[in-house]
């Protein structure tokens, strides 16, 4: 079964860093693109990035370009998306998916939820 | 960047009707067009892929169409289990833009 399992939630300060993950099983992780979304409270879905984890190919979106860093590990089938310095406009849902038989995300992790807030 | 326009934003409909969601993208983006659903609590869920393709074992009932810039999204009857937010997504050359949903309830 294809799976994504993501990391579990997170309650930061402004300022302090943070990476989160997203393991794939189930599948070839390197041969797949895997992509980050935002969603923001009560708000709709916002493409972030993606990544292809056989060469670490990224882009991004313009805007998050620079606000955040798509990595990953394929030792370990794991992506994850950084922040170097947390803003409380960071406080949202993320998720990851990956594209593996169509040209859109078949398959979702569960979220991680980041709050940000002093 | 490409940006996608939903409408309506929201709807109101009864069981049985046939609720159609449109979706346009600002240049032409040929088929490359996804529709997904999301539940309230839930991640999204891919429902039709490339403007007109329908996800392995996700229910007839549900459709695409149209290509270029216009897209549709239809429900042909609508069910109480399809009350939930439903959004286009474009992929063009690696840059990928969601519109901005189309929250879908029971009259």
């Known amino acids: 079964e294809v799976q994504l399992v993501q990391s579990g939630a997170e309650v930061k300060k402004p300022g302090e860093s943070l990476k989160i993950s997203c393991k794939g099983s189930?599948?070839?992780?390197?041969?797949?693109?895997i992509g980050w979304v935002r969603q923001m409270p009560g708000k709709g879905l916002e493409w972030m990035g993606i990544i292809y984890p056989g060469d670490s190919d990224t882009r991004y979106s313009p805007s998050f370009q620079g606000q955040v860093t798509i990595s990953a590990d394929k030792s370990i089938s794991t992506a994850y998306l950084q922040w170097s310095s947390l803003k409380a406009s960071d406080t949202a849902m993320y998720y990851c998916a990956v594209v593996i038989t169509t040209h859109a995300f078949d398959i979702w992790g569960q979220g991680t939820m980041v709050t940000v807030s002093s | 960047d490409i940006q996608m326009t939903q409408s309506p934003s929201s709807l109101s409909a009864s069981v049985g009707d046939r609720v159609t969601i449109t979706c346009q993208a600002s240049q032409d983006i040929s088929n490359y067009l996804n529709w997904y659903q999301q539940k309230p609590g839930k991640a999204p869920k891919l429902l039709i892929y490339?403007?007109?393709n329908l996800e392995t074992g996700v229910p007839s009932r549900f459709s695409g169409s149209g290509s270029g810039t216009d897209f549709t999204f239809t429900i042909s009857s609508l069910q109480p289990e399809d009350i939930a937010t439903y959004y286009c997504?474009?992929?063009?050359?690696?840059?990928?833009?969601f519109g901005p949903g189309t929250k879908v309830d029971i009259k």
């Open positions: 189930g599948y070839s992780f390197t041969s797949y693109w």
């Open positions: 490339d403007a007109s």
């Open positions: 997504q474009q992929y063009d050359n690696l840059l990928l833009t």
